[in-house]
């Protein structure tokens, strides 16, 4: 049974910084691409930064220069250092897996940014 468990959002005032975890259970960890998307209220949920297995990383112009993607195999976890973070990166921001069709996410964590 695969999981994926997010932790480390927050409230936090623009400017700040704060690292999103994301603990894979179920799964052949290195294998997957992993990657981190958020969705607003009233938005569609977008891609934010992804990994693949090799650690060749992209991210959207919107978070590019301020966010970091990252993982560890060793602990099945990926990262997501997010800095300088401003009103409008404020979403539910959810892990997700995929190695060939196959697709999981998780649960989700909130993250709200104050002006």
């Known amino acids: 049974q695969v999981q994926l468990v997010e932790s480390g959002g927050g409230l936090v005032q623009a400017g700040g910084s704060l690292r999103l975890s994301c603990a894979a259970s179920?799964?052949?960890?290195?294998?997957?691409?992993m990657g981190w998307y958020r969705q607003a209220p009233g938005k569609q949920r977008e891609l934010v930064a992804r990994i693949d297995s090799y650690g060749n990383t992209n991210y959207a112009d919107s978070v590019k220069g301020r966010f970091t993607i990252s993982r560890d195999n060793a602990k099945n976890t990926v990262y997501l250092q997010m800095n300088s973070l401003k009103p409008e990166d404020t979403a539910v921001y959810y892990c997700n897996r995929q190695f060939g069709p196959y697709n999981s996410w998780g649960q989700g964590t909130q993250v709200t940014v104050s002006s």
């Open positions: 179920g799964i052949t960890f290195s294998l997957n691409n």
